[in-house]
């Protein structure tokens, strides 16, 4: 690949300062400025490779320039450490709170239940549950539902929706299944 480049250990530490602990990792950018190599491989392992990210895949703020990104590769063989390295720059989500109401949802088991009943779900009812229980009482259209539960490379339209919608209130029983309401020529919201 023409736009790749790949640094050496001996060539990032002959080229950088020692780094310092009030050293940034990060840092604005001037829209002329021309990153150095040098600035790069600072912050990559060994035999990491970076490539600058399609602009397509980068997020975009209105009355904003364009932001700029870099992909990077690492080794099959590095990536636990890439990783753990990584991970000490994460910042923690805090885990949403459940919704109080008759639907319990464990991401981690991947189930959900209607008052201590398991329901059985497919995989795509059940992001589609897990998502309206985890932001009750908003609105989502169709859109926004496929967008975020089907994925952006998804091709279909808002009846495909509208059908898994009719299977979950199906699978929430009579008692519950008003608890998915439908909001006219807009989507769906989750009400407990």
Known sequence: MANTRTF?????????????????????????????????????????????????????????????????????????????????????????????????????????????RPLDLTYLEFELLAHLVAHPHRVHTRDQLVTTVWGYGHVGDGRTVDVHVARLRRKLGAEHRRSIQTVRRVGYKYTP
Do not use: C, K
């Open 8 to 116: 050496s250990a001996a060539a990032a530490t002959a080229s950088v300062p020692p780094s310092s602990p009030n050293r940034h990792r990060l840092r604005a950018v001037a829209p002329d400025e021309v990153v150095q190599q040098a600035d790069v491989s600072a912050l990559l392992t060994p035999g990491a490779t970076w490539l600058p990210a399609p602009q397509h895949t980068l997020p975009s703020l209105p009355g904003r320039p364009p932001m700029v990104g870099y992909l990077v590769l690492v080794p099959a063989d590095q990536q636990p450490a890439f990783a753990a390295a990584a991970a000490q720059y994460a910042v923690p989500e805090p885990p949403p709170e459940p919704a109080a109401g008759p639907v319990a949802i464990d991401s981690v088991q991947r189930s959900a239940s209607v008052n201590g």
